[in-house]
């Protein structure tokens, strides 16, 4: 058990800024997060009940990916706050799609686990005059990252920093987790019965007929009021999902189609993953003043 800084070292190849690495030694299980947008680009972790075997890493990163700060990271776990999608609305007009969370510098507060059990740390973000020039609400947030020998959970918390009488503002958070998955026998349930926004379709609102829900053409749909438990199986491999706090969830797989346009996606990279994302995207959280809000995460290798 340890957690432990990667300054500026090089991973996937890359030289990357500051990181931070938590590892279960014994256990094999790793965890990698960047500063740059408490982004998490890698999981490592043995199967369930397979702790002889070598831990796979679990989250795809596009080869090409930026992991020098310079962009968000395409892969991994990009924090999605404090919208999802392109702006609609005119306090977040400034900004480019799903906010700045994603592409701002978090800070290191504390290791608050660190046991034969698991390790736990807590990245934070505050308004910077950067932000301030591009969303000046009073906002905090914190994000804490655990790692278990066969499980890693992400916590969001938004909290509105203002004292009584003052200010209330309205967000949406996203956890855009990329699962490294053989997409072509990918199956996501259940999601049956729910209304969903088919955003390929031209963002009109359908209802889900399929038991399993595969991403073998290009996928981008939001499912509103999911249920917070989701089993993505492929040929080979799966994960289990909870999520809590998060009343959609987001499947999204670009295939060649939409794929290939995208700079920063490797060659092919649309085969190795597909992305489950626990959020508030259909829908808009109101923090008044004082308040605060938690989303939460929890990925089992199996
Ligand atoms: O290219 P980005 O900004 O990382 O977004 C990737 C995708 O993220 C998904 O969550 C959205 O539903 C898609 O519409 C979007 O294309």
Not at 64 to 74: C, E, I, Q, T, Y
Not at 93 to 99: E, F, I, L, V
């Given at each position: 058990m340890s957690a432990r800084w990667v300054p500026t070292e090089r991973l996937f190849g890359m030289k990357i800024i500051s990181a931070v690495l938590c590892a279960l030694d014994d256990k094999g299980a790793s965890v990698t997060a960047l500063l740059y947008g408490a982004t998490v680009i890698s999981w490592k972790s043995p199967s369930e009940g397979r702790d002889d075997a070598p831990p796979k890493e679990r989250l795809f990163v596009s080869s090409?990916?930026?992991?020098?700060?310079?962009?968000?990271?395409?892969?991994?776990i990009p924090v999605v706050f404090p919208?999802?999608?392109?702006?609609?609305r005119p306090e977040h007009?400034?900004?480019?799609?799903?906010?700045f969370a994603r592409s701002s510098q978090w800070h290191y507060v504390a290791t608050v686990l660190d046991s034969d059990a698991g390790v736990s740390v807590q990245l934070g973000l505050k308004p910077t005059p950067e932000i301030d020039a591009l969303y000046a609400f009073p906002w905090a947030l914190t994000y804490t990252i655990t790692l278990a020998a066969h499980q890693l959970t992400t916590d969001i918390a938004v909290k509105?920093?203002?004292?009584?009488?003052g200010a209330s503002f309205d967000f949406q958070a996203l956890l855009h987790t990329y699962i490294a998955a053989h997409a072509a026998s990918v199956s996501v349930s259940p999601l049956t019965g729910l209304t969903y926004i088919d955003k390929v379709a031209g963002g009109g609102e359908r209802t889900e007929s399929r038991e399993l829900v595969d991403v073998r053409s290009f996928t981008d749909s939001v499912y509103k009021g999911a249920g917070g438990r989701y089993s993505v199986r492929w040929e080979g491999g799966g994960v289990d999902v909870r999520a809590n706090g998060f009343g959609d969830v987001v499947v999204w797989n670009p295939n060649k189609e939409a794929g290939s346009k995208i700079?920063?996606?490797?060659?092919?990279?649309?085969?190795k993953f597909v992305c489950v994302e626990p959020g508030t995207a259909s829908y808009w959280v109101t923090l008044g003043a004082g308040e605060e809000w938690k989303g939460q995460q929890v990925i089992s290798a199996l």
């Open positions: 090409k990916a930026a992991l020098d700060g310079s962009k968000p990271v395409r892969g991994g919208f999802f999608g392109p702006a609609t007009s400034k900004m480019g799609q799903h906010g509105n920093t203002s004292a009584t009488g700079g920063d996606m490797e060659d092919g990279g649309w085969d």
